[in-house]
């Protein structure tokens, strides 16, 4: 039971379960100390569920696909009934519980998955990174001076340490591929309107999303396969896929048209242990067929980045004043990055809120226009190599947090702009063994074309016996 996780992903695990090779309280024990055992080096769980709480989880659990896996929520953008939802804040810690599911949530226990605590999460996930002062700092296991990256690095922490298989991850500029690359992981955002946000219609403007960081690619498009799907109401819905995204893993994706990029759009340069990487990788898929060329889309990435920072702004005022429901914060409530954001998203204009709205749709449809030349856009993940704790920081002013945010979203938020599928795939290594996530890109709704690709990548140059030491 010691090594499950570390030879098996979910879905065989649960087969494992459900041919009753391993028992589902056995598995179930085993796998909460294991996470504790985990989490007291990197302090990735905020809240273990125990005691009624975790047997209405269990009860609650049905003979999905995941039968009996263990699983962990992030502290945003989903509830989880009979929990807080904290958003990595102090001042909503003491949230009254949520009387719901949201219908992810909901979708996860239906899928068979045992939800056994919340994940860490900067504040409001505006940080890629996960440093919050409430919860304090999760740890990268692959070294203890670095960051999982964030928002979801909590998620990633715990998965790439081998203690779940897969954990829950939130994407509103990067979120999912962030801490994946970082940590070694496969994360998948899903295309705008994929997998419903409900109660909540949209968050930023539409570009959050939510599905998972998982050691396998079939685990996430299973997952996705559970949860996708509009509720009523919903303002976004993506177009429906031709068949399952896990036989989308099944088959090969045939020849398709890549463009790798050696540096982010709008970028002098970059380092060249990145170029270096990605042009390996260009040559890993001209030797699996692929027609791979260098090119770069044509869109206003300064455009793309003010509106991101107005749409943030606004929702971070917004929210804070929704949940708060006629609370004030006191001066240590919020973090200083958080206050300053919700302090100009006051003074957003609906003007300027529907221009920046009006920015995301423009780039959406400059995206579009490249992916009728192509099928994949390649990049790194990040523009960093590995990112040292207290790099971005929220405890400072807005243009500290902001030079250290740029590397982290230079590839990443386009996508959330436009609603475009992407995901990162962990292909490369640093010189000491650090590992480096190559991001792909493909035109909205194509999740299947994405998942295939990854699933023969995966199978090329597997990646998941290679993991952090101890």
């Not at 002062?133 to 960051?147: K, Q």
């Not at 897969?166 to 899903?190: E, N, Q, V, W, Y």
């Not at 030349?373 to 002013?397: H, K, Q, Y």
């Not at 230079?410 to 640093?430: D, H, I, K, R, Y």
Request: aromatic share 6%.
């Amino acid at each position: 039971m010691e090594d499950l996780f570390a030879a098996h992903d979910a879905l065989a695990i649960a087969e494992m379960v459900r041919s009753r090779k391993v028992g589902a309280r056995e598995l179930l024990d085993a796998s909460l100390t294991r996470l504790h055992e985990a989490n007291d080096r990197l302090n990735a769980i905020t809240d273990f569920y125990d005691g009624e709480l975790l047997e209405k989880s269990v009860a609650a659990a049905c003979d999905g696909p995941f039968h009996g896996i263990p699983f962990v929520v992030k502290e945003l953008m989903a509830d989880c009934a009979g929990t807080p939802t904290t958003v990595g804040s102090r001042f909503f810690s003491k949230e009254p519980v949520a009387a719901n599911d949201s219908a992810a949530v909901a979708r996860m226990r239906r899928a068979g998955l045992v939800i056994v605590g919340r994940s860490n999460t900067s504040e409001f996930g505006l940080a890629p990174t996960t440093e919050p002062a409430f919860g304090g700092a999760t740890v990268n296991p692959w070294r203890a001076d670095l960051s999982p990256g964030g928002s979801s690095g909590g998620s990633a922490a715990v998965v790439a340490a081998r203690a779940l298989p897969m954990a829950h991850a939130t994407d509103g500029g990067g979120s999912i591929r962030i801490p994946a690359s970082l940590c070694g992981l496969f994360g998948l955002k899903p295309s705008r309107g994929r997998i419903s946000l409900a109660p909540i219609g949209e968050t930023l403007a539409g570009a959050g999303a939510q599905l998972c960081v998982s050691i396998s690619v079939r685990d996430s498009a299973a997952l996705l396969d559970a949860l996708a799907g509009g509720e009523p109401g919903d303002p976004y819905r993506a177009p429906e896929a031709e068949g399952s995204f896990l036989d989308a893993t099944r088959r090969a994706p045939g020849r398709l048209r890549i463009a790798f990029l050696r540096k982010p759009v709008g970028w002098e340069s970059m380092d060249q242990a990145l170029v270096a990487a990605v042009e390996r990788t260009a040559k890993r898929l001209e030797a699996l067929g692929h027609h791979v060329v260098e090119a770069v889309p044509d869109y206003d990435p300064a455009a793309a980045g003010a509106a991101f920072g107005t749409v943030m702004c606004a929702n971070t005022f917004t929210n804070i004043q929704v949940r708060a429901n006629g609370r004030v914060p006191g001066p240590d409530d919020l973090e200083p990055v958080t206050r300053l954001y919700a302090e100009k998203g006051r003074g957003v204009s609906a003007h300027d809120y529907i221009r920046a709205v009006q920015t995301f749709h423009r780039t959406g449809r400059q995206l579009g226009a490249f992916f009728k030349r192509f099928d994949i856009l390649l990049s790194p993940t990040i523009a960093r190599t590995s990112l040292p704790l207290g790099t971005v920081r929220m405890d400072g002013s807005l243009e500290e947090y902001e030079e250290g945010l740029a590397p982290m979203v230079a590839f990443t938020s386009v996508c959330n702009a436009a609603g475009v599928p992407a995901m990162s795939v962990p292909l490369e290594w640093t010189e000491d063994g650090l590992p480096i996530g190559m991001h792909f890109v493909g035109r909205y709704g194509a999740e299947a074309t994405l998942l295939s690709l990854a699933a023969q990548l995966e199978q090329a140059h597997p990646w998941r016996d290679r993991r952090p030491p101890g």
